[in-house]
């Protein structure tokens, strides 16, 4: 099957509660959307009570976050948790890529991110969301820690 690249930004990322399903994935490097044409948000999660979730919308800024090589099963593991085409739309984005491991194959150029698709769900307060006016990144930390 087919190798696939996924920048995760949220719940995916190492230390938060949906790290487990990157199923058959191995960390590739940490990664920023090449455009800043990006905006974060902050939801509630659907899958843990109380505990928040973001979203990539339409913005001027770029997302930073890891990238995961996947396969197919994978892939369809985090269709299924990101609500595909329902809540999240996978789209195909041009990266920029940080301190790759070195016994990665390739370095990769574009990878699957899931932009936040659903209208009218309800915005929080950006508690998680980290804005960096410098580099013009969001960025989603843990405050779990």
């Known amino acids: ?11 995916l ?15 590739v490097c940490r990664a920023r959307t090449k455009e800043p044409v990006f905006q ?41 948790l990101e609500e595909q085409n329902i809540r999240y739309t996978r789209e195909l984005i041009e990266i ?3 301190s790759v491991d070195p016994a990665a194959k390739s370095t990769p150029t ?10 009218d769900e309800a915005k929080f307060p950006d508690t998680q969301v980290d804005f960096n006016e410098q580099t013009n990144s969001y960025d989603w930390r843990d405050v779990s820690a």
């Not at 099957?1 to 995760?8: A, D, I, Y």
């Not at 990322?13 to 994935?25: E, M, P, T, V, Y």
């Open 96 to 98: 920029q890529t940080y």
């Open 110 to 119: 574009a990878a699957w991110m899931y932009m936040h698709t659903l209208p």
């Open 1 to 11: 099957g087919m190798s696939h690249f996924v920048l995760t930004y949220g719940t």
């Open 40 to 80: 974060m948000i902050q939801l509630q999660s659907r899958s843990k009570k109380g505990v928040y979730c973001p979203g990539a919308v339409p913005g001027s800024s770029h997302i930073v976050g890891e990238v995961y090589s996947t396969d197919d099963e994978g892939l369809a593991i985090l269709d299924k």
């Open 13 to 27: 990322k190492k230390s938060f509660h949906n790290h487990h399903l990157l199923l058959n994935a191995s960390f």
